[in-house]
């Protein structure tokens, strides 16, 4: 699968968004707002769930001082990794400048927008592969 990159627009800006596989594992980045950067990277890796049922993942997280886009990140890296039962890498760095609480408040559902949008995308009948 070669690279699938897209974009929308989100109360922090404009959202990049791309998603590339090596070998079986993922690789995603997402970027955006004011000042696109690298603020997290989360590794998630699908286990067991510790429930018995299903499938679940475990992540490592390395954030860089002061970053908070590792809530955005560890979503996506962990949704994915347990939907497609293998190993996501999630890149992140989303700043605005002087965001308000409002956006903020945008921010806390943005994994979930993103992940959504990635498995539909990548979905075997999909058209976007």
């Known amino acids: 699968m070669a ?3 897209f974009s929308f627009e989100h109360a922090l800006g404009t959202i990049e968004v ?3 596989h090596l070998g079986a594992c993922v690789v995603v980045c997402v970027s955006g707002g004011d000042e696109p950067h690298i603020g997290s990277v989360v590794l998630a890796e ?3 769930s510790l429930t018995g049922e299903g ?6 997280v390395l954030n860089r001082l002061g970053h908070k886009d590792e809530f955005v ?12 039962d293998t190993t996501v890498c999630c890149i992140c ?6 965001a308000t609480s409002k956006d903020i408040q945008a921010s806390t559902t943005l994994g979930h927008e993103i992940a959504s949008i990635l498995l539909e995308r990548l979905a075997p009948n999909s058209s976007q592969q």
Not at 93 to 98: A, E, S
Request: hydrophobic share 40%; aromatic share 0%.
């Open 46 to 48: 699908a286990r067991a």
């Open 55 to 60: 499938t679940s993942a475990t992540s490592s």
């Open 3 to 5: 690279v699938d990159r």
């Open 18 to 20: 791309s998603i590339e």
């Open 93 to 98: 760095g989303i700043h605005k400048d002087n």
């Open 73 to 84: 990140a560890r979503t996506v890296a962990e949704t994915l990794a347990a939907a497609l």
